[in-house]
């Protein structure tokens, strides 16, 4: 059974940090592009930051340069490291998985996490 599971949400005061972090287990993921989403109260799921199996990154124009993505290919786990939060972070963070190249549309992705909630506070 393939399982992408979250965690590190919770709450934080803008200007804060939070580190999300997606272990994957199931398969094979060391060659899949790894992703995070997030999708806010009545707002679709948007596309956040995605990293390939050899280090790769994209990042959503409102999250560069303040949220940085990595993985750990030996421990099959995906990290997002948030910093300089602001209120409108605020949602439910989803860790995602695709074979293939990098993609930022959310339906190309195949496996999802059940979500982790960040909330940042003004």
């Known amino acids: 059974q393939v399982r992408l599971v979250e965690s590190g949400g919770g709450l934080v005061q803008a200007g804060g940090s939070l580190s999300l972090s997606c272990a994957a287990s199931g398969r094979t993921f060391s060659r899949h592009v790894m992703g995070w989403f997030r999708q806010a109260p009545g707002k679709e799921r948007e596309f956040v930051a995605v990293?390939?199996?050899?280090?790769?990154?994209n990042y959503a124009d409102s999250v560069k340069g303040r949220f940085t993505i990595s993985r750990d290919n030996t421990k099959i786990t995906v990290n997002l490291q948030m910093t300089s939060l602001k209120p409108e972070d605020t949602a439910v963070y989803y860790c995602?998985?695709?074979?293939?190249?990098?993609?930022?549309?959310?339906?190309?992705?195949?496996?999802w996490g059940q979500g982790t909630q960040v909330t940042v506070s003004s």
């Open positions: 995602a998985a695709k074979e293939g190249r990098i993609i930022t549309a959310s339906r190309w992705y195949d496996y």
């Open positions: 990293i390939t199996w050899n280090g790769s990154t």
